[in-house]
């Protein structure tokens, strides 16, 4: 999968880890820079991948618009990454990951910003740009994580009394299991707890 994912985006990061615990931060809004997967704690908030056994794990950080098509707007609305073991066999997880950094649940949820919307729309246009380019299988389902790294209060709750579509819809429709998380379990190479 990744030499696919190199072959149609070029405007990325790629790497593997196996570290106990994977950081994955959006630095654009805190100093203009790019998505990063580090295996040590930024001192920024950010997603935190709990990865107990070590399992080998390939992620691939997308730059501003990474997601190229032949349409008038030139690009697809993409989130900040996708992960997934380096074994990829058809049972193991893929996990796309979409951040944004608000001060507040109040604004996270506001009807006028709408990033509940604007989240899940990220996460399905980056899953579709894949299924499309046949790096993942059209039936194959896919994990997301929608993440507010800045709040500690609980947001998952609260995140889909504002978004169009319910979990189960996303699931149906789109083949993606989203939550809203900070963080997630990585269990095994089959399995990641969100």
């Known amino acids: 999968m990744i030499q696919e994912i190199n072959a149609v985006i ?35 908030d950010c997603v935190i991948l709990y990865n107990e056994r070590n399992i080998f794990i390939h992620y691939v950080a997308f730059k501003e618009n990474a997601l190229r098509v032949n349409t008038p707007q030139g ?25 944004k950094y608000t001060e507040n649940l109040k604004i996270a949820l506001d009807e006028k910003v709408d990033y509940p919307n604007t989240m899940i729309h990220q996460i399905i246009s980056t899953v ?36 169009e579509m319910t979990r189960e819809e996303i699931l149906e429709k789109y083949k993606i299991i989203l939550r809203p998380s900070n963080e997630a379990v990585i269990k095994s190479k089959k399995t990641i707890k969100i």
Do not use: M
């Open 75 to 99: 690009q697809v609305k993409q989130c900040e990454c996708i992960l997934f073991p380096k074994t990829l066999n058809e049972t193991d997880w893929i996990l796309c990951i979409e951040t």
């Open 128 to 163: 579709k740009y894949f299924r499309d380019k046949q790096i993942i299988p059209e039936n194959k389902k896919v994990h997301a994580i929608v993440s507010f790294p800045k709040l500690i209060e609980s947001f998952s709750e609260a995140f889909f009394t504002r978004s």
């Open 10 to 44: 070029r405007a990325q990061n790629n790497g593997e880890t196996n570290s106990k615990e994977i950081f994955v931060i959006d630095y654009k809004k805190i100093n203009g820079g790019d998505v990063e997967i580090l295996s040590e704690r930024p001192e920024h």
